[in-house]
């Protein structure tokens, strides 16, 4: 690496650790109902949903009803969306005349895009209709974000409520988060966006001449309005087939550090917003810094495996192994050096999936780190709300572990966390790791699935277990030589990312009704701080074990047996 990729990533992460506190504490009162900067605008538009829903500001849930609420919402749109995308043909705003895809497409489109995942088995430009996208795919993108940061607030308050039976209100929850968090920063964004280039039109498709005499169809649509809530929600499904790679998608280096900073900002806000709602911003600080200094490590790593030429390379053609001619297969021109490797980092760590290179086409390391950041659970800074319940079930087995150790009863936060909790904990964070294994074994057997594996050996289980992986972490990202649109990867990932993602949200919200019942208990001498450097060291550590210990077996076999063959080839 070199310096000017340092500065490069040093600008980024300087950047975050500006925003992450600020804009916690804007969330806070957001979600504790005190005014702000948008309160003005924005409360009578509250006042008037609530009105026509027939809800009630100040009736709030057990985690029974919350649950009940949150999935009765989730599978109406998933059925709806699925609808739309059956009928876009007879439906407007369809230029193109596209008509319904395969049914067992629509379905894992459908389950894609509720559940936060956003992974796309089709090429979008020629399969879903402007409507489509609008009414459809960009309407969960934000209901699915506002569900995901619903759960975490419902577990804060479960944390930091004392005696009650009551998380608050899941329809107040959505609708604050959508109108104060995720509308106006999408409606600044998406004007940003088209001052960098980015269409926003409802234009059929240009049907051009290149200087070769070849016709081309250019795609068109409104890209800026759906390219900014895909990445502020952590969805990452592209309006166009490449995605963020796409000059229609990210035209300038400029729009591609602000995409990459909304990948991330909603995901560190909330972590100083748990600090708030503790009434201890050391708490919220001790986990951010945990995770911080891992992503920067995460980062650096990868920005030096893309950096490096292939090895190959350098055997045949002679190559040197420099940041001038290093893993550039896969990579726009225009975003390399720090720009695709950080790019990689942050939309695996969070549940976005976005991409602005060729996952399939980075080195075998580059592929272990995108693999093991979503198998850890994505909680670096994790997905829009996920994130932080995530990162918050492992301080409970961080505590726990420790509580063991000392031969204390293990509590955080004053709540002592019994066995029923500890039970509730641990399957929440292993739920998608078992997902994630179960459906890479399963495919390995199936001829359909193997068949559609572009590459043999490590590289192409590389591609099964990615697969797999991102279903069940509700990544959406892809190693691209796989061919997904076949019916066992449409059946078997819908599965994987409708499970993967409301199992542990139910066991969440069962979790944060059983803490929000109990005593606080003052702390003691014996009392584990969980506000310092130490725990946040040691919840690092927890992490880092845990996904070794479940993952290492099965990524031996794909990116690091490649690593070793890649290699080998010098001798």
């Not at 699915?144 to 409520?161: D, M, N, P, Q």
């Not at 994130?387 to 918050?392: A, H, P, R, S, V």
Request: charged share 10%; net charge neutral.
């Amino acid at each position: 690496m070199n310096l000017k990729i340092i500065i490069e990533l040093s600008f980024f992460f300087v950047l975050v650790l500006i925003a992450a506190r600020p804009f916690g504490e804007y969330m806070y009162l957001v979600f504790t109902g005190k005014k702000t900067l948008l309160t003005p605008v924005f409360t009578p538009v509250e006042n008037i949903i609530y009105r026509l829903c027939g809800v009630k500001k100040d009736d709030e849930h057990t985690w029974i009803d919350y649950t009940v609420s949150l999935m009765a919402f989730n599978i109406a749109g998933l059925l709806l969306l699925f609808a739309v995308i059956m009928l876009q043909g007879w439906l407007p705003l369809n230029p193109q005349k596209l008509g319904a895809p395969n049914a067992w497409l629509a379905i894992n489109t459908a389950v894609s895009f509720v559940t936060n995942t956003n992974w796309q088995a089709y090429t979008p430009e020629s399969t879903v209709s402007y409507f489509t996208q609008m009414a459809g795919l960009a309407v969960q993108n934000f209901l699915s974000a506002a569900t995901g940061i619903t759960v975490a607030i419902a577990l804060t308050r479960g944390f930091t409520r004392k005696e009650t039976k009551h998380l608050g209100s899941f329809w107040v929850d959505l609708t604050r988060t959508t109108l104060y968090i995720l509308l106006p920063i999408a409606i600044f964004g998406a004007i940003f966006l088209v001052s960098q280039g980015v269409p926003q039109n409802f234009s059929p498709y240009t049907n051009a001449k290149t200087v070769e005499g070849a016709q081309q169809v250019i795609a068109q649509g409104p890209v800026a309005s759906q390219e900014v809530i895909k990445e502020l929600g952590t969805n990452g499904g592209g309006f166009l087939n490449a995605n963020s790679s796409h000059p229609y998608e990210n035209p300038t280096p400029l729009s591609n550090i602000f995409e990459m900073f909304i990948i991330v900002l909603i995901s560190a806000g909330l972590i100083f917003t748990f600090g708030k709602f503790a009434g201890d911003l050391k708490q919220g600080r001790a986990l951010f810094y945990g995770v911080f200094v891992t992503l920067i490590l995460l980062v650096l790593c990868a920005a030096w495996s893309e950096t490096t030429a292939n090895p190959l390379l350098v055997k045949n053609a002679g190559a040197k192994v420099s940041f001038e001619n290093g893993n550039t297969e896969g990579k726009e021109t225009r975003f390399f050096g720090a720009a695709s490797p950080l790019f990689s980092v942050l939309t695996t760590v969070t549940s976005c999936g976005a991409v602005n290179n060729m996952h399939d086409s980075n080195m075998p390391l580059t592929g272990l780190i995108e693999l093991f950041d979503m198998q850890l659970g994505e909680l670096i800074f994790g997905g829009v709300g996920t994130g932080l319940y995530t990162l918050l079930l492992f301080a409970v087995i961080t505590v726990f572990i420790a509580g063991l150790m000392v031969g204390r009863t293990p509590e955080y936060l004053g709540k002592k966390i019994g066995p029923t909790e500890i039970q509730l904990t641990i399957a929440a964070a292993i739920f998608s790791s078992i997902l994630m294994l179960l459906n890479s074994a399963i495919a390995v057997y199936v001829a359909d699935a193997v068949k559609s594996v572009a590459n043999p050996g490590p590289h192409g289980f590389s591609e099964i277990l990615y697969a797999a992986t991102s279903a069940a972490a509700n990544n959406g990202s892809a190693f691209a030589g796989l061919n997904a649109n076949i019916d066992f990867w449409n059946i078997s990932l819908a599965l994987e990312m409708f499970l993967g993602r409301f199992v542990p949200i139910i066991l969440v919200l069962a979790l944060a009704g059983r803490l929000a019942v109990k005593k606080a208990t003052p702390a003691s001498l014996g009392t584990l701080p969980t506000n310092d450097a130490l725990f946040a060291v040691m919840l690092v550590m927890v992490i880092l074990l845990v996904g070794g210990l479940t993952f290492l077996p099965a990524l031996s076999m794909g990116p690091i047996a490649e690593h070793m063959n890649l290699f080998a080839a010098l001798k």
